[in-house]
């Protein structure tokens, strides 16, 4: 049986993988959208036969290996900690969670690493269109591995296409499409890698102002303009609907998080939308655990019921809803949960006593129970809530996740007047007139990282306690090692890791003030 860790272990082994996780996440998304950019470059190389494009693809295909280089060192030790620091979760959920990992090693990673060597060294050993077909493979392998890893992150929040087999206590895959094509997955995927067009968007449109700014590159800093302000504005549309459709998702399978992201406590029919707000701070209450309402705030009038149901009076619950029940919308109360999942961790107990003392006949009947549909839908589907004593500790942290999302969705209708302005003011031709659009365009390109950062907050800290919805929670999920490793490790990575950041951040300034080899 899984047994719970002390909490010391738990938030170093939490603070070491968010480390990890945040580090690795700064330079994927850059790399999901700039490959894309180089395909749409090379492509008008290839049809014009103007070398300006040509010169103009290898100087953003530079920047690319730069940022491609780090990320993968990154991602490697990612992968890792799930043995080394997460070995429970990888024990109870392993033969589920591994299987799109696998994929995305042997198919996708493999498939980008691949062609990225064509891509770079091909240039004048394979023909045009041979080269721009790898650029394209390129591109899409790094969103093919992009894939596979959301696909398992979409089924940590959101359990599907699996039994529970009592004779190894794990949760074995039994039907691998309704894992790859749950809603959640596919949700993820389609948000995270259009935000990954915007952020390489953004990064273009501000590398180029920079050069307008110093009267450089002028030819690659406009055309470059161009690409990235066309691609940018379709990706950030198609941001907004593919977030719209992710917040369906997350309104049906995790409405605590949806709750939380929104800071609402009571739950209401026709529910309004908080677009800001602040939350009011008590001299009692300092670091804001019990908090009720807003201190300001502006909000639009049942939007939020919309945005969850498609309705514009359904009923939304609030955290409160959630923790104490609410049974004329049909919400269970945490603490019948906890009971339930109370009772399917002992029923499993005894079915492992009665194995171990031979009794076959009881085992054999408690075995059959376990695996009931009427027991896994009524007592199983609530195992993880088994491991809590406290309602409290299934709220997550409600203001971070509140100001993550409305940061990230403020930010994302930002990029889009940016895109717009860029293709207004280059079809006018007074880009580089506008200073003061140019520094802002520089400016915006942190901001992009910032975007992205706090969508993953949203998506990570607002569905604690849970490391797998409802199944396994992050108390249990940690292996039983010392919190003092942990700690120490998270030291080393941490120092590693800004490193690498301060190294790979000198090397693109630096070859941002190359430029381009001419």
Not at 111 to 124: K, L, P, R, V, Y
Not at 287 to 294: A, S, T, Y
Not at 320 to 332: A, C, F, P, R, S
Request: net charge neutral; hydrophobic share 50%; charged share 15%.
């Amino acid at each position: 049986m899984i047994e719970i860790a002390d909490a010391s272990l738990v938030d170093w082994s939490r603070a070491q993988f968010a480390l990890t996780a945040m580090y690795h996440w700064i330079f994927v998304p850059l790399t999901l959208g700039i490959t894309f950019i180089l395909a749409f470059m090379e492509t008008l190389y290839v049809k014009t036969g103007n070398e300006e494009w040509k010169k103009i693809t290898k100087f953003w295909m530079t920047l690319f290996g730069i940022n491609f280089a780090i990320g993968v060192a990154t991602g490697i030790i990612l992968e890792f900690e799930f043995g080394t620091n997460w070995s429970n979760y990888s024990w109870f959920v392993g033969d589920i969670f591994g299987a799109p990992l696998a994929i995305e090693g042997i198919l996708a990673f493999f498939m980008e690493s691949t062609f990225i060597a064509i891509m770079f060294f091909g240039w004048n050993k394979v023909g045009k269109k041979t080269h721009l077909l790898a650029t394209w493979l390129t591109a899409i392998g790094a969103n093919l591995s992009a894939l596979w890893i959301l696909v398992a992150n979409g089924w940590m929040q959101n359990p599907v296409g699996m039994v529970f087999n009592p004779e190894t206590a794990r949760n074995e895959m039994n039907n691998f499409w309704d894992v790859l094509f749950s809603q959640t997955a596919v949700d993820k995927w389609l948000h995270a890698t259009s935000s990954g067009f915007v952020l390489a968007a953004v990064f273009v449109i501000g590398v180029s102002a920079w050069y307008l700014l110093k009267n450089r590159e002028i030819v690659l800093a406009k055309k470059s303009i161009v690409v990235a302000s066309v691609f940018g504005l379709l990706s950030s549309v198609y941001l907004v609907f593919t977030g719209d459709s992710s917040a369906r998702t997350v309104a049906h399978d995790q409405p605590m998080k949806f709750a939380a992201l929104e800071g609402l406590y009571n739950g209401s029919e026709g529910a309004g939308l908080v677009a800001i707000g602040m939350f009011s701070t008590s001299e009692t209450d300092p670091n804001n655990e019990n908090l009720k309402d807003f201190s300001m705030k502006l909000e639009i009038p049942n939007f939020l019921s919309y945005m969850a149901f498609l309705d514009w009076d359904a009923f939304v619950p609030g955290v409160n809803d959630l923790i104490q029940g609410n049974e004329k919308y049909g919400y269970m109360s945490a603490n019948d949960k906890i009971e339930r999942g109370k009772i399917a961790i002992t029923k499993l107990s005894e079915f492992k006593e009665a194995q171990k003392a031979g009794n076959d006949s009881l085992a054999t009947a408690l075995k059959t129970e376990l695996v009931s549909t009427d027991f896994q839908n009524n007592y199983f589907k609530y195992f993880g809530y088994g491991y809590f004593t406290d309602t409290k500790d299934l709220v997550p942290n409600v203001p971070l996740t509140f100001y993550s999302f409305h940061i990230m969705v403020g930010l994302g209708f930002f990029f889009i007047l940016l895109f717009i302005l860029s293709l207004v003011y280059v079809w006018k031709g007074t880009f580089e007139k506008k200073k003061w659009f140019m520094k802002l365009a520089i400016i915006s390109i942190p901001l992009a990282y910032i975007a992205s950062q706090a969508g993953w907050i949203v998506a990570e800290v607002g569905r604690q306690p849970w490391v797998v919805q409802d199944l396994m929670p992050t108390i249990s999920a940690v292996t039983k090692i010392s919190s003092g490793s942990v700690m120490l490790t998270f030291w080393l990575f941490a120092v590693l890791f800004t490193v690498l950041l301060v190294a790979e951040m000198k090397i693109m300034f630096r070859q941002i003030k190359t430029g381009p080899k001419h």
